[in-house]
């Protein structure tokens, strides 16, 4: 008895210092409050404000959904609901508490400027967002019993957006997000799935071939779990593993996997953000705006991310919003720090690689000059110039056969009309003859 309660005994010693060992070299949550904002060197003067879109419904079922029908979703396909609209409203509400230094109460376009890709979900959310953000007061009440005001919410048509859409047509991107797929190094990852595919395949009546593939379906069952609809037997088996989560989150690095992807497909944001940062400090903003405010999509926030080499591979939850904040220090220095949140938490900066939570503007650009585009229509355009070597033989043969062909052609039909009047002239006509 007595050498089981010494053994009790070493045992709970033994557990103590533990703890207390841990307690003395780990880091406690407490020791990131240095890290909030309100720390961070210098006066805030400007911030960029990028999130993703509030709740939704499937924007496309797959053919075998049992839920493949308008009936489930009162809303229509890909619509924002109610409850995306109020994530959007506490959110807005939430900014105004961060940035009420920056923004007055009342709204003023010299102020802000809110940008929204051309889709239902994301010009509501928007809207909503601005709900909360600017609620009216005094003068701006123009009916008392509805507690909202209208504020602008700029767009651009989806196919002609290069900045935040990032939907305009450029083929360099569509060939060097081919060659990805192409490469050895996805064609592997493509194998490693191949029985998941296939099963995805066959029971959702779809076929999934690409990591897109599989997250647009694991979307879907994602928002059916979400409203408590019982998703089919078939499903029981992939849904919420590992391998089908992480198949389907590898969608959101794939599209900016490289840095020439991401240059061509997010460069045009980061280079608008940062222009817009310059101009900021140099005083040539116009109008000397404090909050520029985008609204977009999972994609979006991924992509962005990425780009800024501080993506941790998942799928970006709504609402989830990347603030870019600019900072004045006690020398007039520039300096930018971001968040971002995707939880109900108060966010901490992230690290920016080679530069801290607080890195100076230029040397922001300088560690990201990689996917800042000079001009991004030119580097969209795919000219011999810009092929490797062997694309660039391989399409000056293709041009040397087609001239060769073109010139058998004339040729022969060259010489079909000589024999054709050299033989009208050896023949006597009827009327010489008479």
């Given at each position: 008895m007595w050498?089981?309660?010494a053994?009790?005994l070493v045992?709970?010693i033994?557990?103590?210092?533990?703890?207390?060992?841990?307690?003395?070299h780990?880091k406690p949550?407490?020791?990131?409050?240095?890290y909030?904002?309100?720390?961070?060197p210098?006066?805030?003067?400007?911030?960029?404000v990028i999130?993703?879109?509030g709740d939704?419904?499937?924007?496309?079922?797959?053919?075998?959904d049992?839920?493949?029908?308008?009936?489930f979703?009162?809303?229509?396909w890909?619509q924002l609901?109610?409850?995306?609209?109020?994530?959007?409203?506490e959110?807005?509400k939430?900014l105004?508490n961060?940035?009420?230094?920056?923004?007055?109460a009342k709204?003023?376009a010299?102020?802000?400027?809110i940008?929204s890709?051309?889709?239902?979900r994301t010009?509501?959310?928007?809207?909503?967002?601005?709900a909360?953000?600017?609620?009216?007061?005094?003068?701006?009440v123009?009916?008392?019993?509805?507690?909202?005001q209208?504020?602008?919410?700029?767009t651009?048509?989806?196919?002609?957006?290069?900045?935040?859409?990032?939907k305009?047509?450029?083929?360099t991107?569509d060939?060097?997000?081919?060659?990805?797929?192409?490469?050895a190094?996805f064609?592997?990852?493509?194998?490693?799935?191949?029985?998941l595919?296939?099963?995805l395949?066959?029971?959702?009546g779809?076929?999934?071939?690409?990591?897109?593939d599989a997250s647009?379906?694991?979307?879907?069952l994602?928002i059916?779990?979400?409203?408590?609809l019982k998703?089919?037997?078939?499903?029981?088996k992939v849904?919420?593993?590992?391998?089908?989560?992480?198949?389907?989150?590898?969608?959101?690095?794939?599209?900016?996997?490289?840095r020439?992807l991401?240059r061509?497909?997010?460069?045009?944001?980061l280079?608008?953000i940062?222009?817009?940062?310059?101009?900021?400090?140099?005083?040539?903003?116009?109008p000397?705006?404090s909050?520029?405010i985008y609204?977009?999509?999972d994609?979006?926030?991924?992509?962005t991310?990425?780009?800024?080499?501080l993506?941790?591979l998942?799928?970006?939850?709504?609402?989830?919003?990347i603030?870019?904040?600019?900072r004045l220090?006690d020398n007039?220095?520039?300096l930018?720090?971001?968040?971002?949140?995707?939880?109900?938490?108060?966010?901490l900066?992230?690290?920016?690689?080679?530069?801290g939570?607080s890195c100076?503007?230029s040397?922001?650009r300088?560690?990201?000059q990689?996917?800042l585009?000079?001009?991004?229509?030119?580097?969209c355009?795919?000219?011999t110039m810009?092929?490797?070597?062997?694309?660039?033989?391989l399409s000056?043969a293709?041009?040397?056969?087609i001239?060769i062909?073109a010139?058998?052609?004339?040729?022969s039909?060259g010489?079909m009309?000589?024999?054709?009047?050299r033989?009208?002239?050896?023949?006597?006509s009827y009327?010489?003859?008479?």
């Amino acid at each position: 008895m007595w050498n089981q309660l010494a053994l009790i005994l070493v045992l709970l010693i033994c557990v103590l210092l533990l703890g207390i060992g841990n307690a003395l070299h780990a880091k406690p949550y407490a020791d990131t409050e240095v890290y909030r904002g309100e720390t961070l060197p210098g006066d805030l003067k400007f911030v960029h404000v990028i999130f993703r879109h509030g709740d939704r419904t499937p924007v496309d079922p797959y053919p075998t959904d049992p839920y493949n029908d308008l009936k489930f979703w009162s809303t229509g396909w890909g619509q924002l609901t109610n409850k995306g609209k109020m994530q959007h409203y506490e959110l807005g509400k939430w900014l105004r508490n961060r940035y009420g230094s920056l923004l007055s109460a009342k709204y003023t376009a010299d102020e802000i400027y809110i940008q929204s890709t051309d889709v239902d979900r994301t010009l509501m959310s928007a809207q909503s967002n601005l709900a909360g953000l600017y609620k009216p007061k005094g003068a701006d009440v123009w009916n008392p019993n509805i507690p909202w005001q209208p504020i602008p919410v700029h767009t651009a048509p989806e196919n002609n957006d290069y900045i935040l859409a990032a939907k305009a047509s450029c083929p360099t991107y569509d060939y060097e997000m081919a060659a990805l797929e192409a490469s050895a190094e996805f064609q592997a990852l493509y194998s490693r799935f191949h029985d998941l595919f296939t099963y995805l395949s066959e029971n959702s009546g779809r076929q999934v071939k690409t990591f897109t593939d599989a997250s647009y379906l694991n979307n879907t069952l994602f928002i059916e779990s979400l409203n408590n609809l019982k998703l089919p037997v078939w499903t029981e088996k992939v849904y919420g593993s590992e391998e089908f989560t992480y198949a389907s989150n590898l969608a959101f690095a794939a599209m900016t996997y490289t840095r020439k992807l991401a240059r061509l497909k997010v460069g045009p944001l980061l280079k608008d953000i940062f222009d817009r940062f310059d101009h900021k400090v140099s005083g040539n903003l116009t109008p000397d705006r404090s909050a520029w405010i985008y609204s977009a999509h999972d994609t979006t926030i991924a992509n962005t991310l990425n780009a800024l080499k501080l993506f941790e591979l998942h799928s970006p939850p709504y609402a989830a919003c990347i603030m870019m904040e600019l900072r004045l220090d006690d020398n007039n220095t520039p300096l930018v720090s971001i968040f971002y949140k995707n939880t109900t938490a108060e966010p901490l900066p992230l690290v920016i690689p080679g530069c801290g939570v607080s890195c100076p503007l230029s040397k922001l650009r300088s560690l990201y000059q990689d996917v800042l585009p000079g001009d991004w229509h030119s580097e969209c355009k795919r000219t011999t110039m810009m092929m490797t070597y062997e694309e660039a033989n391989l399409s000056a043969a293709t041009g040397i056969l087609i001239l060769i062909v073109a010139c058998l052609l004339c040729a022969s039909y060259g010489l079909m009309i000589y024999y054709r009047r050299r033989n009208y002239k050896l023949y006597t006509s009827y009327a010489q003859m008479a």
